[in-house]
């Protein structure tokens, strides 16, 4: 990962994991124009570097994200100086790009713009006591953009009820409507983390990160459409290195040696 003068967030690689840290715990780790800037700085390094194989994306202090920093977005952007690479909307569109499998790790709260990173990742963990929502609507406002995310992974009815009330969930409310992946007791958060992002690590590089790829664009396809594209990507993944590899240690009833090719 490249060495950036990053103002509002951390970026720490071990063992394959990258682990990305909102790090405004005075703000609640609010979505800034520079900290958006630095996402997705760091989310196009990730996806470049071959030692990534999962992302964790978590918060500093006591809560994940509160969401838009409506002072910071109304002010000029006096951040590091990094290429400007879009705006929120480009920072939603990073996640089904990267090939990587991407862990939300919920150490607070998330509301709004921060819930919609939520939505974004692969998986989503939290401990029972975390609250969510799209509080927007009781300061005259709608969470538009996240909308689009939140609807791929909420049914529509639970979705209009959160948007129209203002409604906090519960993890485990959250969990219920498709919202986290994980919702665990008081103190389990880091050894669940650490195991699923482990347990993804372990796995084919080339057919974790073709695959996610795959599966985020068949998404938006017909069946008509997706079936030929699924297809020919099958037999693009059976042409890798590390599919040759995994089928060759099956009948040497061996561990595969994973090179990413």
């Not at 985020?216 to 890798?240: I, R, V, Y």
């Amino acid at each position: 990962m490249k060495d950036r003068p990053y103002q509002t967030i951390r970026v720490s690689l071990r063992e394959h994991v990258l682990t990305i840290t909102l790090s405004v715990p005075e703000r609640k780790n609010a979505l800034s124009p520079t900290m958006v800037h630095e996402l997705l700085c760091a989310l196009d390094d990730a996806r470049e570097d071959p030692e990534v194989r999962v992302l964790v994306l978590t918060g500093e202090g006591n809560a994940f994200c509160a969401g838009g920093d409506l002072k910071q977005m109304q002010a000029s952007n006096e951040g590091p100086e990094l290429p400007v690479r879009g705006d929120y909307a480009d920072l939603l569109l990073r996640f089904p790009r990267l090939g990587r499998p991407t862990i939300a790790r919920l150490n607070g709260y998330a509301y709004g713009g921060g819930l919609g990173l939520v939505a974004s990742c692969d998986f989503a963990v939290a401990e029972e006591h975390v609250k969510v929502g799209t509080p927007e609507i009781h300061r005259g406002l709608f969470p538009m953009m996240i909308m689009a995310v939140l609807a791929r992974v909420v049914p529509r009815r639970e979705l209009l009820s959160m948007m129209l009330l203002g409604e906090r969930l519960s993890a485990r409310e959250a969990k219920r409507v498709g919202i986290l992946s994980h919702a665990v007791e008081r103190g389990a958060l880091d050894a669940t983390v650490a195991k699923l992002s482990a347990d993804l690590a372990s796995r084919s590089p080339t057919a974790t990160r073709m695959g996610l790829l795959a599966f985020h664009e068949q998404s938006d396809k017909s069946l008509e459409e997706a079936l030929p594209f699924l297809k020919a990507q099958l037999f693009a993944l059976l042409g890798t290195e590390d599919a040759r590899e995994g089928l060759q240690a099956f009948f040497d009833k061996r561990e595969p040696r994973w090179t990413g090719r």
